[in-house]
């Protein structure tokens, strides 16, 4: 199947007991066994439910994977994979993180004996030089939260695999979406997905979501998400399907919209830079164009005035963006990193990498872009 069809077809069914087209929300904790043991597949619904499940399977189909999984939250798909980690393993990951991923890293597992280090990825020779024989886990993500850094994930892979076979590479695909990037078909191990942003696409549901090709380290991931019990229930499964099987039409407009976005921006006298990789100005941009379809809704800019007020004016003035946590909906989204997503990193880390108080994160939506561009223009003339 072609991509579009995959989001719409791709590991479904219909229901073999009624023939609906969508799967049922099985809204059910438990299941009837004939004997101890004799079952139809399903037990409790920590283990699996029938809603989840075609969720699953849609989520191994986008990504090209034979395996998904659906779990509570996107930091709880992060946390599974950190499980599989013992005391004294390391683990090299970007200096541009979403602040909840940086937080998980260095204020819970550091204090479990897992060691961190911060790389910047655009230079692959910072991944290789920091490997040593404890390194477990490669951790990329590209474009990364809020700086819109790209990573290679073709040649970063390469060259880990390179020195050490048995290290794994994850990929945080969340701002690029299965439609933009396939990091499974680059040669990675495992794809995390914030779903509650683009893949669910209507800001009603919070979902985490991996994927991956080895039948062995699916294993090893399912038990530990069914050990810990950090799964999706069966009500945020069915609206996330819903998502997917819209997810390659809504970021068509995504994408159209961002571009409009970053250009409008770029030629603006009160904005100092953007940061959105389909400019060509974009130190990343060869390397996006190389591995993305095309470049998403996500905008970042800083202000030229780059007072902390300067930017609150803008914020608190915006009316077709809303001013809000999270991003990936159909509306469009607009966030201040350095006091709301990124408020965990400590203020001399942020700085250090560019999160300064003039940063401004725009989640482009479906909008008209009409709208969308007199939105903007109003609010940066206040």
């Not at 680059?186 to 800001?203: C, Q, R």
Request: contains cysteine.
């Amino acid at each position: 199947m072609k991509f579009n069809t995959k989001t719409i077809h791709g590991g479904q069914q219909h229901d073999p007991s009624t023939g609906a087209v969508m799967p049922p929300i099985y809204q059910t904790s438990t299941y009837a066994q004939s004997s101890p043991g004799k079952h139809k597949g399903y037990i409790y619904s920590r283990a699996a439910n029938p809603t989840r499940t075609a969720l699953e399977n849609a989520f191994a189909a986008i990504e090209n994977g034979t395996h998904g999984f659906a779990f509570s939250s996107g930091l709880s798909a992060i946390d599974c994979v950190l499980k599989m980690l013992n005391p004294g393993d390391e683990v090299i990951a970007g200096d541009d993180l979403y602040g909840g991923t940086y937080r998980m890293f260095t204020r819970m597992f550091s204090k479990y004996g897992l060691k961190f280090h911060l790389v910047d990825m655009n230079s692959i020779e910072n991944v290789t030089n920091s490997i040593s024989d404890k390194t477990k886990l490669i951790w990329v993500e590209t474009p990364t939260n809020p700086l819109m850094k790209i990573a290679d994930i073709e040649e970063i892979t390469k060259a880990v695999k390179a020195v050490n076979p048995a290290i794994l590479v994850a990929v945080d695909n969340t701002f690029a979406t299965p439609y933009l990037q396939q990091p499974l078909s680059l040669g990675v191990d495992i794809v995390m997905h914030s779903a509650t942003k683009y893949l669910g696409g209507h800001s009603d549901l919070l979902m985490g979501a991996l994927m991956v090709n080895d039948a062995k380290l699916a294993e090893e991931l399912h038990f530990i998400q069914f050990a810990g019990g950090a799964i999706a229930g069966p009500m945020d499964s069915f609206l996330a399907l819903r998502g997917v099987k819209t997810l390659h039409i809504r970021m068509q407009r995504h994408c159209e919209n961002g571009r409009a976005v970053a250009a409008y921006l770029q030629n603006h006298p009160k904005v100092k830079e953007v940061y959105y990789p389909g400019l060509e100005n974009h130190p990343n941009h060869e390397v996006a164009k190389k591995q993305m379809k095309d470049f998403g809704g996500m905008v970042s800019f800083k202000l030229k005035d780059e007072s902390q007020q300067a930017a609150f004016t803008f914020l608190e003035n915006t009316h077709v963006f809303t001013l809000a946590e999270s991003l990936g909906g159909v509306e469009s989204l607009v966030n201040h990193p350095a006091t709301m997503t990124h408020a965990s990193i400590p203020e001399p880390e942020r700085l250090k990498i560019g999160i300064t108080d003039s940063l401004i994160r725009l989640s482009v939506g479906i909008e008209d872009i009409e709208d969308l561009l007199k939105d903007l223009e109003q609010a940066l003339n206040i």
